[in-house]
């Protein structure tokens, strides 16, 4: 059986707040041990389940975090920025399951560090029609490979939305969200045999499934109106609201190609403190 895991890093054990996941602080290089040990927990379930092959995608931010040299040996990593499914690089490479690691939940939610690709900027995101998490978008994506979501990991509002989103996946809540920078943490040597535990569950599904194909419309808004408009000027989407854009895709890998652009431009646009 070959494995997935999409690993991001605000949904990792004690994770909380910003200096947490930024790259080059004193708190990032602390939490990328705690990072890779809930990786290493998740491929030891995985592995010990049956899994053969297991790849491991970083999600987060620079996509360079996890430590390589600390890694479990039966599994490979996937490092560096500019892959073409960016968080789901890979998903399209035959794989019979994906774990959505360090997940967390939407913009304008509640939830440790809640957003959807831009760490302020958006203030929601609507997947036909529902409000969608990137747990959720990427839900939609392994669906269209036929490739069933096994476990998602991350704070009690992550357990929440996955709920409803991938319902027979194992579900971890590795921290209970009290704010949006603050948390209840279990300690790594809880959560690790929480996540082992919930990869061996999960690899029961593992599986290639029939895939869910079809058109989908994403919306998106902002938290000021420069970001729609510079996301207007994308080819197929159209300003639908003073700080909201739309778009329609034949397919949800074309689908979340577009709203990697569009998530790219109104990034660019962001001016100094006044965004």
């Known amino acids: 059986m070959r494995i997935m895991v999409s ?10 707040w910003t200096d947490d996941v ?6 990032w290089q602390r939490f990328r041990r705690l990072f890779t040990g809930d990786v ?22 620079s996509q360079r975090n996890l430590l390589l ?16 499914l960016s968080m789901m690089e ?9 774990v959505f690691l360090g997940y967390h939940a939407g913009a304008g939610c509640d939830g440790v560090l809640s957003h959807t690709y831009l760490p302020n900027q958006i203030t929601g995101v609507w997947l036909d029609g529902v409000p969608a998490s990137e747990g959720r978008l990427n839900a939609a994506l392994a669906a269209e490979y036929g490739v069933p ?12 939305d996955a709920r409803d989103y991938a319902s027979d996946a194992a579900l971890v809540a590795v921290k209970q969200c009290v704010s949006r920078y603050a948390a209840i943490c279990s300690p790594p040597s809880v959560t690790a045999a929480l996540l ?7 690899m029961k599904r593992a599986g290639r499934v029939e895939p869910v194909t079809g058109p989908h419309r994403i919306e998106v808004e902002f938290d000021a109106s420069h970001l729609a408009q510079a996301a207007a000027v994308v080819p197929t989407v159209e300003q639908t609201g003073v700080r909201r854009v739309g778009f329609d895709a034949p397919g949800m890998t074309e689908a979340m190609k577009a709203f990697k652009v569009v998530t790219a431009i109104a990034d660019g646009a962001v001016q100094g403190k006044y965004g």
């Open 69 to 84: 040299e600390d890694l479990d040996p039966r599994a490979r990593m996937l490092t560096g920025r500019h892959k073409p």
């Open 7 to 16: 690993a991001d890093m605000e949904g990792a054990t004690g994770v909380t």
């Open 90 to 98: 890979g998903i399209d490479s035959g794989v019979d399951g994906v």
């Open 40 to 61: 290493n927990a998740t491929i030891a379930g995985l592995c010990d389940a049956g899994a053969d092959d297991v790849l491991v995608n970083e999600a987060h931010s």
């Open 149 to 160: 979501v096994l476990v998602v990991s991350g704070d009690d509002k992550t357990v929440e």
């Open 196 to 202: 082992t535990e919930a990869a061996a569950t999960g």
């Open 22 to 27: 930024v790259p080059g602080t004193e708190q």
